[in-house]
């Protein structure tokens, strides 16, 4: 329990990706990929907090290469990886002006008087792969969702 990233399965119906604490708090994000034009994959995400004794503050999410050479950074592998906050899509130009691999900050969820468990607070992941790239599953890619929790 606590704060975990979700993605909307059908509307209004969500599912957890990740739980935090597992494996170090980094949450696997797959996606499949048919690398040989090159391809862009993004999602939709959300924070949110799914225990009413605590609320969170300074949350950030960040992308983490599990190989080497880094797979979020966009220029070794051609592989990139950028994160938005918000609800709706960004623009091939609002994604140009992102760069690879930035972390993104999280509006705190809840308060000292309330735990809030019903904001569902959106993201969006891109994942850039190459042209050349072989057909595969990336699963080198993780989320790490870092905050401080208080209790109400």
């Not at 072989?134 to 080198?140: G, I, M, Q, S, Y």
Request: charge should be negative.
């Amino acid at each position: 329990m606590g704060l975990d990233i979700y993605r909307e399965v059908s509307t209004g119906v969500y599912t957890i990706y990740g739980q935090d604490g597992v494996d170090d708090g980094l949450l696997p994000i797959v996606t499949t990929h048919d690398g040989i034009l090159g391809e862009t994959v993004e999602i939709k995400l959300f924070v949110r907090n799914d225990d009413s004794t605590e609320y969170y503050e300074g949350i950030s999410v960040d992308p983490i290469s599990k190989t080497s050479p880094d797979d979020t950074i966009g220029t070794a592998t051609g592989h990139g990886v950028k994160l938005s906050l918000g609800s709706s899509q960004p623009t091939e130009a609002q994604w140009e002006a992102i760069d690879y691999s930035a972390s993104i900050d999280v509006p705190n969820i809840g308060s000292s008087g309330s735990g809030d468990i019903s904001t569902y607070t959106a993201f969006w992941y891109r994942v850039e792969v190459p042209a050349g790239s072989p057909a595969d599953n990336k699963e080198n890619i993780v989320l790490r969702l870092s905050y401080t929790a208080y209790p109400v």
